[in-house]
Each structure stands twice: as structure tokens, then as C-alpha cells.
DNA sequence: TTATTAGTTTCTTAATATTGAAACAAAGAA
DNA sequence: TTCTTTGTTTCAATATTAAGAAACTAATAA
């Protein structure tokens, strides 16, 4: 039977996952890998609404994946996790592997 | 503008990260790192019906993170994408730091 | 002061995901 | 055949997420 412990240690990992679960994020950290970006620059890169794009960013900063560097009205995001990368690049491995799979080996 | 390729691929990322994206499944993974395991041992340890373990199962399989074998009416599961253990590795450092921040440094 | 620009938050609606129970299918065992 | 075990699928109810519009805050420019 799972413990108590071994349920958080789940839940925290999958919350972080779940800051990846969404094209827009992962578009944006993609962006991210470049140079830091401001709200306005991804929304319109994403051709979003910036509410909806600071909402995403919210989310990632609340993951621990990016941070924020506010300089007057202008709020600027850089990527925190050095590791998000090779996240990235496994994804697309699985996801090729898995494609070949499906389409009959 | 993002343009459509780009579209795409960040769609196969989030999907990818999606099925990461359920404590149960995370645990699920967790598990199948020791040795295959079926369905209903998954279930039991995890105290969730059957019905719904096959479920998180079949997500963990249409991404390509597990693969299943059937003998008799057991059907086994078993990890497919060696990186998962790095993801997840990846994945509580991130949530580590960003714990220690969120604390105040 | 009065715009203007950049972001965040709130609100309501719409879309997705998750849940358990029950129905169903398939393979053995009695 | 009939019962049992193991999994999958369907269904209806709930819960969670995401969306855009509009209100709001803060900093700067005119």
C-alpha cells in the first residue's frame, strides 16, 4: 500500500508536470531558452491575449521553472531550471519512439 | 508568430507531459522502475479501482512511457522510455529548489 | 494631471479530466 | 458448461482547467 509519504512525493512531481502539460507553456519555455522575454513579446509571439499569457507564466513560476524580473512596467522571464532542456529533448524522443510504434513499428 | 510547425510540435510535448501529469500516474512510473508489474497489483497499492487503473495505464501507453504484455488474463506493464528516470529525477531537483525559495532562500 | 503602456486579477463560460459503478469481454479453472 | 479472475469500456456526475473580456494596479510619458 502506497504511504503518506510516498503520496506527496507524487503529488509534488506531478504538480510540476502538470506546469508542462499545456502547448502554450511549453512553447514559452522553448522561447525562454533563447533569452529572457517580457509578458507582451510572448503573448503576441503566442498570439494570445497577455492575460492569458501572464496566467500561463504564473503557472510555470509557481512550478519553479522560470522567474521574474520586474524593471518598471515591464516584466521580464528567464528560465530557472537548467534540466528543463533535457525534459524538452526526452520528450521528443519519446514521442518519436512512440510515433514509429503506433504507425507499425 | 509561432508558425504551425512550431504549433505542433509543442502540441506532442504537452501531450507527452500531460500523461505525467496525475500523482497516480507518476506513482505508477515510480513503481514499474522495479520490475513490470499488472494491473491490479497496481491498483491494490495504489487503493483505486481496477477500472481506474487501466485508465492511467492506457494514458502512460498512448505516450509512449509504458508498453503492455498480456499472458492469460494478466496483462503486464512494463517502462519503455529509459529517461523517465532522469525526468523524474529532473523534476524533484526543480521541486527542491523551488520549495527552498518559496521559504525565503 | 491626464494619457499610455505593461501586467495581474477577477468573473463567467466552455472544455477537459477524473471518478466509481456497472456492463462487458476473454481466459482459465472447477 | 459454469464460475472466477483480470482488464477494458461505458456512463453519469464532479472537479479541474482554460478561455476571453473587463476591471484594476503600477510605472512612465505627454
Known amino acids: 500500500m502506497i504511504s503518506e509519504e ?13 506546469a508542462l502539460a499545456h502547448p502554450i507553456r511549453i512553447y514559452f519555455l522553448e522561447k525562454l ?19 492569458a499569457a501572464s ?3 504564473s503557472q510555470l513560476k509557481d512550478a519553479g521553472l522560470v522567474d521574474d524580473n520586474k524593471t518598471g512596467t515591464r516584466v521580464e522571464y528567464r528560465l530557472t531550471a537548467p534540466c ?15 510515433r514509429r510504434k503506433q504507425l507499425g513499428l
Open 84 to 98: 528543463v532542456l533535457e525534459l524538452s529533448t526526452c520528450a521528443e524522443g519519446v514521442v518519436l519512439n512512440n
Open 6 to 18: 510516498e503520496k506527496r512525493r507524487s503529488e509534488r512531481r506531478a504538480h510540476m508536470f502538470k
Open 55 to 57: 496566467k500561463h507564466l
Open 33 to 51: 531558452k533563447e533569452k529572457p522575454w517580457c509578458v507582451c513579446e510572448l503573448a503576441e509571439e503566442a498570439g494570445i491575449p497577455k492575460s
